[in-house]
Each structure stands twice: as C-alpha cells, then as structure tokens.
C-alpha cells in the first residue's frame, strides 16, 4: 500500500457566522472572521489517496486523473468565489476549515469510485501559512 498526495489551489472569501446565533454571540465565538461582508484566504488543498502498485502501470493512480478530479470538485466551484453565497456544498454550512475538508472529502471520494482499488486517504485543508486541517474520512 502507498500513499500518492495532489494539491490544488484557490482563493475564495467566506464568513464564519451561524445565524442561529445573536450578533453577539457570534462576534464571540468567530471574532473578525464575522465581519459581515467576509474575508478571504489563499486556501491550499492536499488530497491524498493510496492503494497497491499494479504491475502494469507503477502507479497508484495517474496524478493527471487526480488533478482532474480536484480541479472539478475543488477549483472550479470554489476558486473566486464567496463560500457562503455561491458554491452550492456549503449551503447551509459554516466554512470553517473543518467543514471544507469534509465538503471536499466527499467529492472528491465520488469521483473515485470510478478507480478501483484505489481510496481516498486523507485531505488537508491550508487556509494560512499557520492554520491547516486534516480530514481522514467519517471512519477515522
């Protein structure tokens, strides 16, 4: 078994506000991350999937194919855009850092059942050069 990693990039803008909450409260609990018209990251993503070697290819999976799939799952909804308003996994969800790896876990993990033998591993979501989340899926 062997572990094969792809990142991908992107800059969004998200608000980090439940509006089951008071203003208050929510200025408490998520500071300047409230402001109401947001803010943005450079976020980064690290995908990683693992599986046997074949004989016949040497590879886990081509890291192409996987580029492909992060672009579709993760650049192409997320990269510009505002989170809360218009990228269709975060409806009615916080984007925290947390609740991005899990969206992405599960895209991306949909578009791997087309490669069998191979699975999804762990995804690594970095929102700052100093903040970073792991996800190792809903069985960890």
């Known amino acids: 078994m062997i572990t094969i990693t792809r990142r991908v990039e992107f800059s969004a803008a998200h608000r980090l506000h439940n509006p089951e909450l008071s203003a208050e409260e ?13 803010h943005g990251h450079n976020y980064a993503v690290e995908v990683s999937v693992k599986g046997a070697i074949p ?22 909804p997320c990269d510009h855009k505002h ?12 984007p925290t850092a947390e609740n991005l790896a899990i969206a992405f876990w599960k895209g991306v993990a949909a578009e791997l059942t087309k490669y069998p033998g191979v699975k999804l ?17 809903p069985d960890a």
């Open 26 to 38: 929510n200025w408490r609990i998520f500071g300047i991350c409230n402001n109401a018209n947001g």
């Open 55 to 76: 004989k016949k290819t040497g590879m886990v999976m081509d890291l192409k194919d996987l580029s492909d799939i992060l672009q579709r799952a993760i650049h192409e």
């Open 83 to 94: 989170l809360n308003h218009d990228v269709a996994m975060f409806e009615g969800i916080i």
């Open 121 to 137: 591993h762990g995804v690594r979501v970095i929102e700052s050069r100093n903040n970073f989340v792991e996800y190792f899926g």
